[in-house]
C-alpha cells in the first residue's frame, strides 16, 4: 500500500520575485507598479558602485541614499536610519547589496510600515523571509514581521559578478544552512521539503564554480538556490544551528556567513541521532551516502575557502564556553536534547575545524 502523506497546514507567503540576468533594468518599472515615487536607497556605503548603478534605474525618485551599514544591524542605527526614511518622505524602502543591507532595511521597514524592495547581491537568502534581526549589547534578538518581507525581490546574477570569493563560499554554504535547517525545523512541511532539497541540490553541484568566477550560469543557478534557501527559511523555521550563529553572531559579532559555513557540518553530527530521516534525504539530494554528508560538507565548505574553525574567525575557547552555557541557559530550539557536555564537545570540534566525524548509516525510509 502507498503511504499516505502526513497531514500538514501551510503558510504561503506573498511578494514578487523578478529573476534574470539584467534584471535590475525593470527596478524602475516595478517600483512604479508597486505605486512608490519617493525611493530611499539603502546600500553600504563602500558598495557606492551598487548605490550607484541602482540610482541609475530609479531615474530620480532616490530621495535619500543611506550608506551607514553593519552586520547584524544595531538596533541605534535601524533607529537613525528609520528617522531619515520618514523625514526625507520616503515612500518606499529600496535595498541593494547582502543580507546585512537588507536586514537594515528590513529594520527601516518594520519600524515606519514603508513597503520593502530588495536587490540582493550575496547569497544569505534573507530577502525572501519575514525574519529580522536586531542587535543591542551583546544580544541578537531575530522577530517576524509582515513587514519585513519584501514586496517585490529583484534578482540580478550580474551584480554578483564581483562579489569576491571569500564571500561567495560562505554564503553559499549559508544558504545551503537554510535548506538543511527547513528539514528539521518545526513548520517544515513537504512543499517546503522539496524546495529546500532542490536548493540544496543546486547549491552543492554549482557552488564551487561559483566560487572560481568564471561561470556566470554557475552565479545564476546559486541566486536562484538563495531565493529557494530563503523560502524553505521563512516557511519552516529555524532551528539548533541558526540559534548557535545568531548566538555567536550577538554575542561575539560573529561574522555571520563564515560562522554558518564552519558549523553546519558539526551541527549536523550533533543533531543525527535525531534526524536520521531527514540526514537520509538531504544526502540522497546531494548524492553523497547518507554517513558521509558531515565530511561532505565540510570539504565543500573548505573548498571554497571557509576558514578552518571558529579560531579561524578569531573567537577564543573561553568565548566557546560562554556561549555553551548561554546556548544551554536560553534554552535553544533543538531536536536533539541539549546538555552542556555535549554541546560543548561538538562546539569543541567545530572550534578546532577538525574534520567531523563520519556518522552512521541512517536506516529510515521516507514515508
Ligand atoms: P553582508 O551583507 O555583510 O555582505 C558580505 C560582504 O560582501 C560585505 O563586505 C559586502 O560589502 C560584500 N558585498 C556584498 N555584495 C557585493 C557585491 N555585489 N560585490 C562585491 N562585494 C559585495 O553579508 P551577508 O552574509 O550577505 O549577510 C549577513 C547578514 O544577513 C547577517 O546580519 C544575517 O543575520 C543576515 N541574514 C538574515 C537572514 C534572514 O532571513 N533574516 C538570512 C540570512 C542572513
Known sequence: MTTMPAEFTRDVLPGRVVFGAGA???????????????????AAGKRADLARVAAAHLEGRVVVTW????????????ERAAAAALDAGADVVVTIGGGSTIGLGKAIAVQTKLPLVAVPTTYAGSEMTPIYGLTSGREKRTARDANALPQLVVYDPDLLAALPPSVVGPSGLNAL?????????????????????????????????AHEGEDPGARGQM????????????????SLHHSLCHLLGGMFDAPHAETHAILLPYAIGFLRPAIGQQIERLALSLGVPPERLELE???LAHSVGTPRGLRGIGLTEEQIEQATSAAVSRRLPSPRALTAGELGAWLAAAWTGQPPASGTAANHRDG
Open 24 to 42: 535590475l533594468a525593470r527596478l524602475g518599472p516595478e517600483i512604479v507598479a508597486l505605486g512608490a515615487a519617493r525611493v530611499m536607497l539603502v
Open 67 to 78: 550608506t551607514e551599514v553593519a552586520q547584524h544591524v544595531p538596533a541605534d542605527l535601524a
Open 177 to 209: 544552512a537554510h535548506c538543511a535547517e527547513a528539514l528539521w525545523a518545526a513548520n517544515r512541511d513537504p512543499v517546503n521539503d522539496a524546495i529546500a532539497l532542490d536548493g540544496a541540490r543546486r547549491i552543492h553541484e554549482h557552488l564551487r564554480a
Open 223 to 238: 541566486l536562484l538556490a538563495a531565493s529557494m534557501a530563503g523560502t524553505a527559511l521563512a516557511t519552516a523555521g529555524t
Open 297 to 299: 560538507l565540510w570539504s
